[in-house]
């Protein structure tokens, strides 16, 4: 019934375990409090938008439960805890009035946080834009990023040096592209030039609110950003397939990192987006402005992709399946990249459809380490849906996402083992939650949600997990079940 794994790989002490959830996924409570509505709430009540209907209205009712969750996670033993502000939960609109009842949510969850020994790692901006922003053309504006700037600034007062680590973005690349080019993610446009904008604005976003940041909070603050980083695979050595990876790297990754990190844009993307914009919304002293120092990049890691230099037709859309019969988009995410075909990866998969290949994570903290030596890293989100069942027992026997993560954080080590400088490691998710276009059928939990009463129970991942803290040695996959 077990698949035995190699285990003994252990952890330096300093090494922080902790587990990740965002806003809108969990907290439900989305008209109390004064918060206002989110570009996740308008696109979630479209029809079609989002699987089965769903909507984070009630979510895993975190907003209710933050003293129980807070306990949860202790009994686990999670050294830190990856958690996201909603925006329109503090400012309603985005702009002018802050929401105290909405900050003070905030400074009480960290506060019991860092009372029960847990480190805040907080992100500032994972998806749920203010809808009174979007009004006004959220990230295609460029007056969003300073806006931004000023919501980091007030949190940066509230919380203060409570905050273990302030990331500014989560996963800009979903944030662009699958808001505003494929449209599959709020506020659900497909118009690739705005994507292209969106991607300036968000890293302008970032730098600004670095800045806030340690202007509030000194040297001290530590900086973060999250990247979906993609690890794509050319399917062959020929040319013109190293050439189509270059393409999907240089939308992909490189128009995050070297901006972020060097200063500039790649050369290459001018030429590969022509015909869709002319980068004009990049102004005088914007670079200067997004690269700020950091002081950790999060890495966020689910699988990895195969692509050809296309052979055939042209693929209409973004040449995904779609969601469980849901029509994918028509318009592809992948900006200057018609003539890239994906391939099919050989599997096993997860719920998502997503390959499991944990060697990929291994080669991307190595491949960063060896371009940024003195950047330490964190990977702050790794998991897996699967289809979980509920037992006879009323425990949830998870042992492919126990296998999932032994692999994932074994394939952590390696990179340690290669050098990579990575300081912890963030389960996704702490709770089965709001899967955006997927709503409630994906559970990437460690801790089950019944979403008839919100009834929290560890799955056997969790009780694996809390054995792997507490030794700070990889366990064999099949050891959790025998766990109590
Ligand atoms: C990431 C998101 C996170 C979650 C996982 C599965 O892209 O940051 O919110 O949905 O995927």
């Known amino acids: 019934m077990t698949t035995s794994r190699p285990s003994g790989r252990q952890f330096p002490a300093d090494f922080l ?5 965002a806003s809108y996924q969990i907290e439900g409570a989305a008209t109390e409090g004064g918060r206002g509505p989110s570009i996740w709430d308008t696109f979630s009540a479209k029809p079609g938008a989002v699987l089965n209907g769903d909507t984070g209205a009630v979510a895993a009712d975190h907003y209710h439960r933050v003293p129980e969750d807070v306990a949860l996670m ?12 909603a925006w329109p939960r503090v400012q309603p609109t985005g702009s002018g009035e802050f929401n105290q009842e909405g900050i003070d949510f905030y400074v009480d969850l960290v506060d019991r946080l860092v009372e029960a020994g847990i480190a805040p790692v907080v992100t500032l901006y994972h998806w749920d834009l203010p809808q009174a922003l979007e009004d006004a053309g959220g990230w ?5 990023a300073y806006r931004f700037a000023d919501y ?19 996963e800009p690349w979903c944030s662009a592209y699958l808001g505003y080019a494929s449209g599959v993610h709020a506020p659900g446009r497909t118009d690739q030039a705005a994507s292209l904008a969106a991607v300036h604005h968000l890293n302008l976003a970032h730098g600004l609110a670095a800045r806030a940041v340690r202007d509030v909070l000194g040297d001290s603050a530590q900086v973060s950003i999250t990247l979906n980083l993609h690890v794509t695979r050319a399917a062959s050595d020929a ?8 393409q999907v790297d240089t939308v992909a990754n490189e128009v995050f990192l070297q901006p972020l990190l060097e200063g500039r844009y790649p050369e290459q993307v001018f030429a590969q987006t022509a015909a869709v914009s002319d980068w004009s919304f990049v102004q005088d002293g914007d670079l200067e402005l997004i690269r700020q120092p950091i002081d ?9 992709g195969r692509v050809q230099r296309l052979q055939g037709e042209p693929v209409v859309g973004d040449g995904s399946p779609g969601v469980d019969g849901h029509k994918s988009s028509e318009v592809s995410p992948w900006v200057g990249c018609d003539d890239v075909e994906w391939l099919p990866q050989p599997g096993p ?4 459809g997503w390959n499991i290949e944990p060697a990929g994570l291994t080669e991307l903290l190595v491949s960063l380490h060896e371009r940024y030596p003195s950047l330490p890293l964190a990977v702050t989100e790794n998991g897996a849906a699967f289809a979980d069942e509920v037992s006879a027992d009323g425990r949830v026997h998870d042992l492919p996402r126990v296998e999932y993560l032994h692999d994932h954080i074994d394939a952590v080590g390696a990179a340690m083992d290669a050098g990579a400088d990575v300081r912890g490691y963030f389960v996704w998710s702490l709770m089965d939650n709001f899967e955006w276009a997927y709503g409630y059928d994906r559970r990437f939990g460690i801790v089950r949600v019944d979403y008839d009463t919100c009834e929290r129970t560890l799955k056997d991942s969790a009780l694996w997990y809390r054995d792997l803290i507490a030794t700070r040695t990889i366990a064999p996959a099949g050891t959790a079940v025998t766990l109590s």
């Open 349 to 352: 998969h997860t719920a998502m």
């Open 152 to 170: 980091a600034r007030r949190m940066a007062e509230a919380l203060g040096d409570k905050v273990t680590v302030w990331t500014t973005l989560n």
């Open 17 to 21: 375990w902790g587990s990740a959830t």
């Open 140 to 144: 295609t504006n460029r007056e969003t």
């Open 74 to 85: 202790q009994g686990l033993g999670l050294q830190a805890y990856r958690l996201s502000i």
């Open 296 to 304: 950790l990049l999060g890495v966020n890691y689910y699988s990895t």
């Open 239 to 246: 040319p013109e397939d190293v050439a189509a990876k270059q």
